[in-house]
Protein backbone atom coordinates (compact mmCIF):
# COMPACT_ATOMS: atom_id res chain seq x y z
CA UNK A 1 0.00 0.00 0.00
CA UNK A 2 1.18 3.65 -0.73
CA UNK A 3 2.34 5.53 2.73
CA UNK A 4 4.54 8.62 3.15
CA UNK A 5 6.51 8.46 6.18
CA UNK A 6 7.66 11.33 8.75
CA UNK A 7 9.33 10.04 11.41
CA UNK A 8 9.99 13.14 13.28
CA UNK A 9 6.83 14.06 15.43
CA UNK A 10 8.16 17.15 17.32
CA UNK A 11 11.17 18.80 16.29
CA UNK A 12 12.85 22.52 18.19
CA UNK A 13 15.27 24.18 16.80
CA UNK A 14 16.73 27.43 17.93
CA UNK A 15 16.31 30.65 15.53
CA UNK A 16 18.61 31.31 12.82
CA UNK A 17 19.66 27.39 13.17
CA UNK A 18 19.42 25.40 9.43
CA UNK A 19 16.21 22.60 9.36
CA UNK A 20 15.51 19.33 7.68
CA UNK A 21 11.99 17.86 8.49
CA UNK A 22 12.33 14.16 6.85
CA UNK A 23 9.80 12.48 4.71
CA UNK A 24 9.67 8.57 2.87
CA UNK A 25 7.68 7.32 0.44
CA UNK A 26 6.89 4.16 -1.08
CA UNK A 27 6.08 3.44 -4.31
CA UNK A 28 6.78 1.85 -7.23
CA UNK A 29 6.84 4.72 -9.50
CA UNK A 30 7.81 8.33 -9.20
CA UNK A 31 5.28 9.93 -7.57
CA UNK A 32 4.37 13.79 -7.34
CA UNK A 33 5.00 15.03 -3.73
CA UNK A 34 4.51 17.63 -2.21
CA UNK A 35 4.96 19.73 1.03
CA UNK A 36 2.27 21.77 3.45
CA UNK A 37 2.10 23.71 6.02
CA UNK A 38 -0.33 24.62 9.02
CA UNK A 39 -0.02 27.03 11.00
CA UNK A 40 -2.17 26.59 14.46
CA UNK A 41 -5.91 26.95 13.88
CA UNK A 42 -5.27 27.42 10.08
CA UNK A 43 -5.61 25.12 6.51
CA UNK A 44 -2.84 24.10 4.99
CA UNK A 45 -0.75 25.67 2.80
CA UNK A 46 1.39 24.55 -0.25
CA UNK A 47 4.94 24.93 0.71
CA UNK A 48 6.96 23.37 -2.64
CA UNK A 49 5.84 20.28 -5.36
CA UNK A 50 7.77 18.82 -7.27
CA UNK A 51 6.06 16.30 -10.20
CA UNK A 52 9.34 15.99 -12.52
CA UNK A 53 13.06 17.74 -13.73
CA UNK A 54 15.46 19.37 -11.47
CA UNK A 55 14.93 17.32 -7.99
CA UNK A 56 16.06 20.29 -5.54
CA UNK A 57 12.82 22.13 -5.61
CA UNK A 58 12.49 25.91 -4.01
CA UNK A 59 9.37 27.10 -2.54
CA UNK A 60 7.80 30.24 -0.86
CA UNK A 61 9.19 31.31 2.68
CA UNK A 62 12.33 30.22 1.86
CA UNK A 63 11.94 26.54 1.93
CA UNK A 64 13.48 23.92 0.03
CA UNK A 65 13.07 19.98 -1.08
CA UNK A 66 15.24 17.53 -2.51
CA UNK A 67 13.80 14.04 -3.78
CA UNK A 68 16.12 11.23 -3.75
CA UNK A 69 14.88 8.43 -5.64
CA UNK A 70 17.37 6.00 -4.12
CA UNK A 71 16.14 6.89 -0.62
CA UNK A 72 12.51 7.49 -1.53
CA UNK A 73 13.02 10.45 0.23
CA UNK A 74 11.66 14.23 -0.39
CA UNK A 75 13.16 16.56 3.02
CA UNK A 76 12.39 19.92 3.65
CA UNK A 77 14.95 22.22 4.22
CA UNK A 78 15.52 25.83 5.33
CA UNK A 79 18.69 27.30 5.98
CA UNK A 80 17.60 29.69 8.79
CA UNK A 81 14.48 29.47 10.54
CA UNK A 82 12.13 32.13 11.86
CA UNK A 83 9.80 32.31 14.77
CA UNK A 84 7.56 32.70 12.03
CA UNK A 85 8.20 28.90 11.01
CA UNK A 86 6.69 27.39 14.04
CA UNK A 87 4.18 25.34 12.40
CA UNK A 88 3.43 22.09 11.58
CA UNK A 89 4.76 20.89 8.28
CA UNK A 90 3.25 17.75 5.95
CA UNK A 91 4.49 16.07 3.26
CA UNK A 92 1.90 14.77 0.84
CA UNK A 93 1.94 12.37 -2.34
CA UNK A 94 -0.11 11.40 -5.10
CA UNK A 95 0.44 8.52 -6.99
CA UNK A 96 0.53 9.11 -11.09
CA UNK A 97 -1.68 6.50 -11.91
CA UNK A 98 -4.20 7.71 -9.09
CA UNK A 99 -4.12 11.37 -9.29
CA UNK A 100 -7.36 11.89 -7.40
CA UNK A 101 -5.78 10.85 -4.03
CA UNK A 102 -3.20 12.86 -2.56
CA UNK A 103 -1.90 10.92 0.87
CA UNK A 104 -0.50 12.63 3.51
CA UNK A 105 1.91 11.95 6.17
CA UNK A 106 1.49 12.55 9.91
CA UNK A 107 3.01 15.87 9.99
CA UNK A 108 6.25 17.04 11.76
CA UNK A 109 5.41 20.41 14.36
CA UNK A 110 7.74 22.32 14.80
CA UNK A 111 9.11 24.42 17.57
CA UNK A 112 11.87 27.57 17.56
CA UNK A 113 13.76 27.98 20.32
CA UNK A 114 14.67 31.73 20.65
CA UNK B 1 -11.07 36.33 -1.88
CA UNK B 2 -13.31 34.11 -0.04
CA UNK B 3 -11.17 30.91 -1.24
CA UNK B 4 -12.57 27.32 0.32
CA UNK B 5 -15.24 28.52 2.88
CA UNK B 6 -16.20 25.99 5.51
CA UNK B 7 -19.26 26.41 7.61
CA UNK B 8 -20.01 25.92 10.69
CA UNK B 9 -16.42 26.51 12.33
CA UNK B 10 -17.21 24.71 15.72
CA UNK B 11 -20.35 22.01 16.13
CA UNK B 12 -20.95 19.53 19.40
CA UNK B 13 -23.08 16.84 18.31
CA UNK B 14 -25.16 13.82 20.64
CA UNK B 15 -24.18 10.44 19.75
CA UNK B 16 -26.82 9.66 16.97
CA UNK B 17 -27.61 12.63 15.44
CA UNK B 18 -26.74 13.90 12.24
CA UNK B 19 -25.39 16.81 10.63
CA UNK B 20 -24.05 18.47 7.23
CA UNK B 21 -20.81 20.30 6.99
CA UNK B 22 -20.28 23.21 4.69
CA UNK B 23 -18.14 23.67 1.98
CA UNK B 24 -17.60 26.48 -1.10
CA UNK B 25 -15.41 27.25 -2.88
CA UNK B 26 -15.69 30.06 -5.93
CA UNK B 27 -12.54 29.61 -7.69
CA UNK B 28 -14.20 27.52 -10.27
CA UNK B 29 -13.05 24.39 -9.17
CA UNK B 30 -13.41 21.20 -10.41
CA UNK B 31 -11.62 18.89 -8.07
CA UNK B 32 -13.28 19.24 -4.12
CA UNK B 33 -12.27 16.48 -1.41
CA UNK B 34 -12.80 16.33 2.20
CA UNK B 35 -10.41 15.17 4.74
CA UNK B 36 -10.43 14.75 8.71
CA UNK B 37 -7.30 15.76 10.93
CA UNK B 38 -6.46 13.51 14.49
CA UNK B 39 -3.71 14.18 16.12
CA UNK B 40 -0.81 11.94 15.10
CA UNK B 41 -2.41 11.03 11.75
CA UNK B 42 -1.98 13.57 9.48
CA UNK B 43 -4.88 14.48 7.14
CA UNK B 44 -6.81 11.42 5.91
CA UNK B 45 -9.16 11.49 2.73
CA UNK B 46 -12.73 10.69 3.48
CA UNK B 47 -14.65 11.46 -0.04
CA UNK B 48 -13.65 13.48 -3.03
CA UNK B 49 -15.42 14.55 -6.41
CA UNK B 50 -13.57 15.20 -9.62
CA UNK B 51 -16.74 17.29 -11.07
CA UNK B 52 -20.65 17.97 -10.46
CA UNK B 53 -21.89 14.84 -9.91
CA UNK B 54 -19.11 12.39 -9.53
CA UNK B 55 -17.94 11.32 -6.04
CA UNK B 56 -15.39 8.72 -4.88
CA UNK B 57 -14.76 7.14 -1.83
CA UNK B 58 -11.23 7.65 -0.01
CA UNK B 59 -9.21 6.13 2.56
CA UNK B 60 -11.71 6.63 5.89
CA UNK B 61 -15.90 7.07 3.71
CA UNK B 62 -17.39 5.17 6.23
CA UNK B 63 -20.06 7.11 8.34
CA UNK B 64 -20.06 10.08 5.87
CA UNK B 65 -22.21 10.71 2.79
CA UNK B 66 -21.25 13.68 0.04
CA UNK B 67 -22.67 14.72 -3.28
CA UNK B 68 -21.50 17.27 -5.47
CA UNK B 69 -24.63 18.73 -7.48
CA UNK B 70 -22.74 22.02 -8.13
CA UNK B 71 -19.21 22.87 -9.22
CA UNK B 72 -18.86 25.64 -6.47
CA UNK B 73 -20.63 23.53 -3.24
CA UNK B 74 -19.07 19.94 -1.45
CA UNK B 75 -21.18 19.47 1.60
CA UNK B 76 -20.40 16.31 3.81
CA UNK B 77 -23.28 14.36 5.88
CA UNK B 78 -22.86 12.80 8.98
CA UNK B 79 -25.98 10.71 9.37
CA UNK B 80 -25.47 9.05 13.02
CA UNK B 81 -22.47 10.92 14.56
CA UNK B 82 -20.12 8.89 16.49
CA UNK B 83 -17.67 9.25 19.10
CA UNK B 84 -14.86 8.24 16.45
CA UNK B 85 -15.85 11.18 14.35
CA UNK B 86 -14.48 13.64 16.71
CA UNK B 87 -11.81 15.38 14.80
CA UNK B 88 -11.45 18.86 12.74
CA UNK B 89 -12.82 18.18 9.12
CA UNK B 90 -11.00 20.41 5.93
CA UNK B 91 -12.68 20.94 2.70
CA UNK B 92 -9.61 21.40 0.09
CA UNK B 93 -10.27 22.03 -3.92
CA UNK B 94 -7.95 22.19 -6.84
CA UNK B 95 -8.29 23.35 -10.36
CA UNK B 96 -8.03 19.94 -12.19
CA UNK B 97 -7.22 17.32 -9.34
CA UNK B 98 -4.03 17.13 -7.50
CA UNK B 99 -1.68 16.07 -9.93
CA UNK B 100 -0.89 19.55 -11.55
CA UNK B 101 -1.45 22.09 -8.88
CA UNK B 102 -2.07 22.98 -5.50
CA UNK B 103 -5.05 22.11 -3.09
CA UNK B 104 -6.69 25.04 -1.13
CA UNK B 105 -7.86 24.39 2.23
CA UNK B 106 -10.82 25.79 4.35
CA UNK B 107 -9.88 27.12 7.83
CA UNK B 108 -11.23 23.44 8.85
CA UNK B 109 -14.56 22.52 10.97
CA UNK B 110 -14.01 21.51 14.74
CA UNK B 111 -16.16 18.77 15.66
CA UNK B 112 -16.65 16.95 18.94
CA UNK B 113 -19.17 14.17 19.27
CA UNK B 114 -20.11 13.30 23.01
Not at chain 1, 31 to 50: N, R, T
Not at chain 2, 71 to 77: C, G, I, N, Q, V
Request: hydrophobic share 35%; with cysteine; charged share 15%.
Amino acid sequence: AQSVTQPDIHITVSEGASLELRCNYSYGATPYLFWYVQSPGQGLQLLLKYFSGDTLVQGIKGFEAEFKRSQSSFNLRKPSVHWSDAAEYFCAVVRYSSASKIIFGSGTRLSIRP
Amino acid sequence: NAGVTQTPKFQVLKTGQSMTLQCAQDMNHEYMSWYRQDPGMGLRLIHYSVGAGITDQGEVPNGYNVSRSTTEDFPLRLLSAAPSQTSVYFCASSLAGTNTGELFFGEGSRLTVL
